[in-house]
């Protein structure tokens, strides 16, 4: 009882800490896009602080890639940490290659110990490991589809890890800074063309007005005529020009310079002015009090036109908030678009549907047909979703081949559903590609809210929708799945499990069981599988089932690897030295031409005879990249180390590709053995399985052996080798030494 109220204290706890950190980059973000561009360095600077305290971090900042190189230009430091920025103002890109490989892809770097990174990558651990870096995860900033930076995190004092959740909460925050810097770049570019227009033309095109306090002109340059109103003007004040916008803002600051001594100076707020035909142009200037002066004794506006950097700057901003590729909105206005209607439906009430959509195969598409081809197929899809829209909806591209529809026009939940069906309709309409009639397909995760419902998050919107999707594609994908509360659990749970899996790793928590291999005839036991066991502390026992998958997708598996293996050969001494050990490989290692090589040095390096050692790997995995499965094998088998092919059945061998594998033992998945005694179609397939072995020269191993009446059954049918319960559970190595001497 009191571990699983650990856990839900844990994984409750891990949410409400990634709640937090989306309801600060919202707050950052926010501030950024409506900053002064006079505060655009102060106010990334803030946020990087905010943020950096706020995920207890080290260091956080900003990199600038120009060309070939990379130069720091934000940067804030945790008390006691040293700076670097300094140090870091021209960086080659060439020292970082794999990063800007990765980030040019729009992938985060994420590196949980610069210590371990390999030798292929050593001018970038020698760089990090300068600046006292233990950990770090990083970024990409894209402005237009080109990789313009990053903004980065560092763990100097102790490791860190980030889970999915942060990084894409730190990939808003690096939209906003992009957005920033490209605008102050593009305002900044614009006022040196006014500098240079304003010296060639300032007499002929600067409006000057000299008023007094009621705001009635007693002079006005004869670059104002042109508007036409001088009447206006002279009955109401140079201010009925203003637009009714602009008028609070602009008086607020001329109120201001009455209430100071005569002298001061204020900065015109940029403001619209009507002309004689109706029209608005843009000004900005200087408001500068001359009360004091006799020959003027008033206000003075000295301002000129900025129309056209408005424009300009208008056209950035869609720019900044549109993907380049499909001119659908991007992951910014999205964010911008679902807090104003969550906002909305608070308010007023109402409801909110969520669509998320992921591209079922696209990956395929690219790889086959070439990025070109890929970029018209998302073209063509966003065409699609444009379509099928309605005029209040809102169509984004949230990345990659992922695309995200808000609806507030629906009923029901039923309607989501129904329009949900009827998109999946629309979307699998063949695409002329390439010369090519393509059909494709999606995978759609909704989410349903009403104003009644309660406080509704932008952010959990999509993290929820997002988590639907990927259950429609583990469902079998070109499917719909509704959000539910379980879902949510299930992610917390493998966060959680994802975060407490490093931290078991590295502290040597997790154990090695062994589980007897034995003859069916008599029991002799003959060798034995090594099994990882997991006991933590706050989850309690997590099976191999659970936490294996989550290592091989968070890049953990390797470390994992070596660890169970380095276990295992330096276990085997102690066991009797007529018994061989089975070793497990993962999927992803299977096919990597290094494994062989890297398992055999650890075999020598451990003084093991390579006869002692058997290696499985299961059939899917073998099946997956069977060609290079098949070299790693071979060399695993010319040094004298034995294979298996684990879970067999499970899988789709081809016989062919099957008679081409060097293994020496077939392992019959438990699930065929379970109903061997009471499923005739069960045994007739372990019959098969035994005969094709045979002519293959190959052993077969029955797992999941429970009873005698299965292990009769199989001796019957030729089978020799078995492991399950009825002979001995997985154990610790002192007891499965204690049991084999008994």
Request: charged share 25%; glycine share 8%; hydrophobic share 45%.
């Amino acid at each position: 009882m009191t571990r699983s109220l650990n856990e839900a204290h844990e994984a409750t706890a891990t949410l409400t800490s990634l709640l937090q950190t989306q309801e600060l980059v919202r707050r950052i973000v926010a501030r950024l896009l409506h900053v002064d561009v006079m505060a655009v360095d102060a106010a990334i600077d803030a946020g990087l602080a905010e943020l950096g305290e706020h995920l207890r971090v080290d260091r956080a900042y900003v990199f600038v890639v120009n060309g070939s190189t990379m130069r720091n230009t934000h940067e804030w430091c945790a008390s006691g940490i040293r700076p670097e920025i300094e140090n870091l103002q021209a960086l080659p890109n060439s020292a970082f290659s794999f990063w800007m490989d990765e980030l040019g892809q729009g992938n985060a770097v994420l590196i949980s110990d610069v210590a371990a990174l390999p030798d292929h990558r050593e001018s970038e651990r020698e760089i990090l490991a300068a600046q006292d870096i233990l950990s770090l995860v990083v970024v990409p900033m894209f402005s237009l589809g080109v990789l313009v930076g990053f903004v980065g995190f560092d763990a100097v004092r102790t490791h860190r890890t980030f889970n999915t959740g942060e990084v894409n909460l730190l990939r808003s925050m690096a939209d906003g800074v992009t957005a920033v810097l490209v605008s102050r770049k593009a305002e900044a570019n614009a006022l040196r063309s006014e500098a240079k227009l304003a010296a060639l033309t300032r007499h002929a095109s600067d409006y000057v007005i000299v008023f007094g306090e009621r705001g009635v002109p007693d002079y006005v340059s004869p670059s104002l005529h042109r508007f036409g109103v001088e009447q206006v003007v002279a009955e109401h004040g140079w201010q009925a020009l203003l637009h009714p916008d602009d008028r609070p803002n602009v008086q607020s600051r001329i109120d201001e310079l009455l209430r100071n001594k005569p002298g001061g100076v204020a900065r015109l707020p940029d403001c619209r002015l009507q002309n004689a035909q109706q029209g608005w142009r843009w000004i900005a200037g200087t408001l500068s009090d001359f009360r004091a002066d006799p020959a003027i004794r008033g206000l003075l506006l000295n301002a000129h036109d900025i129309t056209e950097r408005k424009i300009i700057e208008g056209r950035l901003v869609e720019q900044t908030l549109q993907d380049p590729l499909t001119e659908l909105g991007n992951r910014l206005l999205l964010a911008d678009r679902l807090g104003h209607a969550c906002d909305r439906i608070q308010v007023n009430g109402g409801t909110l549907a969520v669509f998320f959509l992921d591209i079922d195969g696209f990956k395929l598409v690219n790889d086959g047909l070439g990025h070109r081809a890929g970029d018209e197929l998302l073209v063509s899809i966003a065409e699609r979703l444009k379509a099928f829209a309605g005029p209040s909806d809102t169509v984004a591209r949230f990345g990659g081949d992922e695309f995200v529809y808000v609806s507030e026009s629906l009923q029901s939940a039923d309607h989501m559903d129904a329009m949900a069906q009827r998109l999946l309709t629309e979307l699998k309409k063949p695409i002329p590609l390439g010369g090519q009639s393509f059909q494709i397909t999606a995978s759609i995760g909704l989410v349903w809210v009403a104003g009644e419902d309660g406080p509704v998050d932008a952010e959990r919107l999509l993290a929820d929708a997002d988590t639907a999707m990927y259950e429609a594609k583990r469902d079998g994908r070109n499917r719909v799945a509704r959000f539910d509360p379980a879902q949510r659990q299930r992610v917390i749970r493998a966060t959680t499990v994802q975060q407490r899996l490093v931290q078991a790793v590295r502290n040597g928590e997790l154990a090695i069981h062994y589980q007897p291999l034995v003859e069916l005839q008599g029991g002799r036991t003959v060798g034995v599988e090594a099994l990882l066991r997991w006991d933590d502390p706050t989850l309690g026992s997590v099976s191999p089932e659970e936490f294996i998958p989550m290592a091989e997708e968070s890049g953990l598996i390797g470390e994992l690897t070596d660890y169970a293996v380095d276990l295992c050969l330096a276990d085997l001494p102690t066991l009797p030295d007529s018994l061989y050990l089975s070793l497990n490989l993962s999927a992803p290692a299977v096919p990597r031409p290094e494994t062989a090589q890297w398992l055999i040095d650890r075999i020598e390096r451990a003084g093991v005879a390579p006869e002692r050692i058997c290696v499985e790997v299961t059939e899917t995995a073998v099946m997956q990249h069977a060609a290079a499965a098949a070299s790693t094998l071979w060399k695993l088998r010319a040094c004298g180390i034995r294979t298996a092919l684990d879970d067999f059945g499970t899988g789709a061998s081809s016989l062919a590709v099957l008679r081409e594998l060097p293994v020496d033992v077939l392992k019959i998945d438990r699930s065929f053995v379970s109903g061997i005694a009471s499923d005739p179609r069960d045994l007739s397939l372990i019959r098969a399985v035994i005969g094709l072995a045979a002519d293959f020269g190959m052993q077969v191993l029955a797992e999941g052996v429970e009873t005698d009446a299965q292990r009769q059954l199989l001796l019957e049918q030729g089978c020799r080798l078995g492991q399950g319960f009825l002979f001995s559970p997985a154990l610790p190595l002192g007891e499965i030494v204690n049991k084999l001497s008994d």
